[in-house]
């Protein structure tokens, strides 16, 4: 693999980069509301954007250094499409010669950088998605767009995909689709959502006066 999923890189800008500031400023048109739609559509349904990461194993503080190998990688290349093999060896390189002291967790990951790699994938489709929902939510008149947004909201939900801005932009979007999406999302054990996420969505509901759906 010489870089992240072509899905990825093909997306337009400046939602390819995820860089806020420039989504925040995009005016809400028709043809950039249907760009947003489509890169929703994409990042949901493209098999190669959930590629199988394996868990890091024990300790779980490994995690948290593949987190920090990913965000030095996103500061040297800021666009999915530059992120290639070349330039993470590269990386790799660097971080051998200039941290000495790496520690064991910090050696796992920059020998094992093929298991680090594929982690980026979903990290880099989560932040997209996230930045989808907040510049939905930035609009007068959210519920506007609530025929076609809470489904997609709903399902990102449940994909655990920029899960936080999707219920707030059905909480901006409100009306009673979002209501019954809410009300979905809240049940647990055993609903659709994960555990923390149906947190949120109840937490939601019950800000809202609902009821929620109880343990």
């Known amino acids: 693999m010489s870089c992240p999923p072509h899905a990825l890189s093909s997306l337009p800008g400046p939602w390819d980069e995820g860089d806020w500031w420039q989504i925040a400023e995009l005016p809400r048109t028709d043809e950039q509301l249907a760009e947003a739609r489509r890169v929703l559509s994409v ?18 503080l490994l995690w948290h250094v593949w987190e920090d190998f990913h965000r030095t990688v996103g500061e040297r290349m800021p666009g999915p499409d530059q992120v290639t093999w070349s330039g993470v060896d590269d990386l790799v390189r660097e971080w051998r010669a200039l941290r000495t002291q ?19 994938v979903p990290m880099l489709r989560a932040d997209i998605a996230d930045s989808v929902f907040r510049w939905l939510a930035l609009d007068p008149d959210p519920g506007r767009f609530a025929p076609w947004a809470v489904d997609l909201a709903e399902r990102c939900v449940i994909a655990d995909l920029g899960a936080d801005s999707a219920i707030e ?39 809202l006066g609902g009821e929620g759906t109880s343990l």
Do not use: C, I, Y
């Open 43 to 60: 990042l949901l349904e493209d098999p190669a954007l959930t590629p199988q990461v394996p868990q890091p194993p024990s300790p779980g």
């Open 102 to 120: 790496l520690s064991p967790l910090h050696r796992h990951v920059v020998r094992h950088v093929e298991a680090a790699m594929p982690a980026m």
């Open 169 to 207: 932009a059905l909480g901006a979007m409100a009306g009673p689709a979002a209501r019954a999406a809410w009300e979905r999302l809240s049940v647990k054990p055993g609903g659709p959502a994960s555990w923390a996420n149906a947190e949120a969505a109840q937490s939601m509901l019950f800000d």
